[in-house]
């Protein structure tokens, strides 16, 4: 089974910082990835599939990169909207860790 | 634009079923351009994909859940549904309805994307 290690665990930063998160699959998915943004309360929110394609709404902000085994989301300069938890997700195959553990960005 | 909306008890007794059920608007469970599926997630914690259907009946399951699940369509009434046998405390959790865009690959199967419609989540309790 493939699984999905995603870090840090909690990023604290400011309004206007640059922010990277990292997801890291312990086999090489090619370029499916997706990154979601989920805020307390809510669901989930596709922001970037096949590992850097924007997903239609999402702010340019964001960007995803990466291929095989690394992969990156950020944020170029980070919003007060921005302040969530990130997951990314794996669709090269579906296993039982097809999701990342998740990365909180808070406020410094 | 897709609308999902999951419905069912908020509360189970441990060695129950759970059963929900997810209503589709604004397309149709025929679609051959979605799967269908669940995801769950325990209060405070991450997200656990479940399974997830395609409308000829193609499935995929996860694999530390796969003898308790079972995700069906009914197609009169626009709907698909979950079942989950045998609970316990750990199967607490908000259950989220989606859908999901579809890949194909070189061989030619039709497998699940991206989930790019999400429904409100549900939260079930697994209690006595």
């Known amino acids: 089974d493939i699984q999905m290690t995603q870090s840090p665990s909690t990023l604290s930063a400011s309004v206007g910082d640059r922010v990277t998160l990292t997801c890291r699959a312990s086999?090489?998915?090619?370029?499916?990835l997706a990154w979601y943004q989920q805020k307390p309360g809510k669901a989930p929110k596709l922001l970037i599939y096949?590992?850097?394609t924007l997903e239609s709404g999402v702010p340019s902000r964001f960007s995803g990169s990466g291929s095989g085994t690394e992969f990156t989301l950020t944020i170029s300069s980070l919003q007060p909207d921005d302040f969530a938890t990130y997951y990314c997700?794996?669709?090269?195959?579906?296993?039982?860790?097809?999701f990342g553990q998740g990365t909180k960005v808070e406020i410094k | 634009q897709l609308q999902l909306q999951e419905s069912g008890p908020g509360l189970v007794k441990p060695s129950e079923t759970l059963s929900l059920t997810c209503t589709v608007s604004?397309?149709?469970?025929?679609?051959?351009?979605?799967?269908w599926g669940w995801i769950r997630q325990p209060p405070g914690r991450g997200l656990e994909w479940i399974g997830t259907?395609?409308?000829?009946?193609?499935?995929y399951y996860n694999p530390s859940l796969n003898s308790r699940v079972t995700v069906s369509v009914d197609t009169s009434k626009n709907q698909f549904s979950l079942k989950l046998t045998s609970v316990t405390a750990a199967d607490t959790a908000v259950y989220y309805c989606a859908s999901n865009s579809i890949m194909i690959t070189f061989e030619g199967v039709v497998t699940p994307a991206p989930i790019d419609y999400w429904g409100q989540g549900t939260l079930v309790i697994v209690s006595s």
């Open positions: 604004g397309g149709s469970v025929n679609s051959t351009t979605y799967y």
């Open positions: 096949d590992a850097s």
């Open positions: 086999q090489t998915i090619s370029s499916w």
């Open positions: 259907m395609y409308y000829s009946g193609n499935t």
């Open positions: 997700q794996q669709y090269n195959s579906y296993s039982a860790e097809t």
